[in-house]
């Protein structure tokens, strides 16, 4: 097994129109690892997240490694098994049922099977996609994703229209995923401290002018960085953070 980072970035910097987005972000993902990114509306972390996937964005430089080799130098089909992305809202153009949905989702021959009551759509697996809840459908993605069969995923948002119980739901799904094999890691996007520090390892913070924090969660999660992140004070809650 390789022992590159699944992700590492070289002084990558994203912009969009005359605004910085990141600066010289050197960064990187390994095996085991759950990052969470983290930052005010519209400081890049859903363009971050499209461009660690090899996605286009409005502007780009700096490099960017899947595995050691150049993200331009992966052929498209390699690409699908290694990462997988979920954007924050899936666009359904056709009333799939889910069961089928998932299907057409697989990548990879032999994949592990997902256990669809893990993340409780099992109920859901004979109803078409269009007639599902905002937090059905987050499910159903996350689990599109996981099928996929990457070590990788990269998730937008997963929690945004999920409930409390189903946050801690995604989160213990999160920990679970990766501990099941070591291969395996996330990067996914949040506004809620809280379920970051439940669900992550590490943390990402953009502040919105190009700068970053990077480093374990407990090192990111603290008053200081935190009011410097999203620009309000907060108070200690228990293992979490709650803004004042």
């Not at 605004?19 to 050197?26: H, I, T």
């Not at 519209?42 to 499209?50: D, H, I, Q």
């Not at 905002?134 to 945004?160: F, H, K, Y």
């Not at 990766?178 to 953009?206: F, G, I, Q």
């Amino acid at each position: 097994m390789s022992t590159a980072p699944l992700i590492e970035t070289r002084g990558l910097a994203l912009w969009a129109g005359e605004r910085r987005l990141v600066e010289q972000l050197d960064w990187q993902v390994r095996a085991g690892q759950r990052w969470c990114l983290i930052g005010r509306n519209a400081v890049g972390k859903s363009s971050l997240l499209r461009a660690l996937a090899g996605l286009p964005v409005p502007g780009r430089a700096g490099e960017l490694r899947w595995r050691g080799i150049p993200q331009a130098e992966w052929p498209a089909a390699e690409a699908a098994t290694l990462r997988a992305w979920m954007p924050q809202q899936p666009a359904d153009r056709f009333a799939l049922s889910v069961r089928r949905l998932l299907d057409l989702s697989v990548v990879r021959a032999g994949a592990e099977p997902l256990d669809l009551a893990s993340l409780d759509i099992a109920d859901l697996a004979t109803r078409a996609v269009t007639q599902l809840s905002g937090g059905e459908r987050q499910r159903v993605a996350i689990a599109q994703s996981a099928v996929q069969g990457a070590p990788l995923m990269l998730l937008d948002e997963p929690i945004s229209f999920q409930d409390p119980a189903h946050q801690g739901l995604v989160a213990r799904w999160c920990d679970a995923w990766v501990a099941a094999e070591p291969s395996r890691a996330l990067v996914m996007s949040s506004h809620d401290m809280h379920w970051v520090a439940r669900a992550a390892t590490h943390a990402l913070a953009l502040l919105g002018d190009g700068r970053w924090r990077a480093g374990p969660v407990t090192e990111v999660l603290q008053a200081e960085s935190l009011r410097e992140i999203f620009g309000c004070d907060w108070l200690p809650a228990g293992s979490s953070w709650l803004p004042v």
